[in-house]
């Protein structure tokens, strides 16, 4: 779970630092006043903080989604008291999946957002 954490800090910090390094060049190359090419980063930046938390919740609430449904599925089989027959491992091994998918998805819509 730490590994995750740290990969998600990790797109953030790049996703900020992308933000940072645009504003800079913004300001050298940009024919527009000091201060409306403030007003210009300060509202870019905004709506890349914006994104940037909108993502990560999204990828936050996703991987809590895939550990409470992993959780429920073993917790629902070994409240039954049954062994772990064929068909259960294959329903735990499909939720997995499942979850792993989606993680992917999140983390292909990041790193789209990255560059």
């Known amino acids: 779970m730490t590994e995750n954490n740290n ?5 953030a910090l ?3 630092a992308g ?5 800079g060049l913004a300001l050298l190359f940009a024919p527009q006043s000091g201060k409306r090419t403030r007003k210009d980063i300060a509202r870019l930046a905004k709506k890349t903080r ?3 938390e909108d993502i990560v919740e999204n990828f936050v609430d996703t991987v809590s989604e895939m550990a409470d449904s992993v959780g429920d599925k073993a917790a ?4 039954h008291g049954k062994d772990l027959a ?3 491992k294959k329903e735990l ?6 979850g ?8 292909s819509r990041l790193a789209k957002l990255i560059g």
């Open 93 to 98: 091994l499909r939720a997995i999946e499942d």
């Open 7 to 11: 990969r998600v800090t990790a797109g």
């Open 19 to 23: 933000g940072i390094i645009g504003a």
């Open 76 to 79: 629902d089989i070994l409240d």
């Open 14 to 16: 790049m996703l900020v």
């Open 50 to 52: 914006y994104k940037a």
């Open 100 to 107: 792993q998918s989606k993680l992917e998805k999140q983390r």
């Open 86 to 88: 064929h068909d259960a």
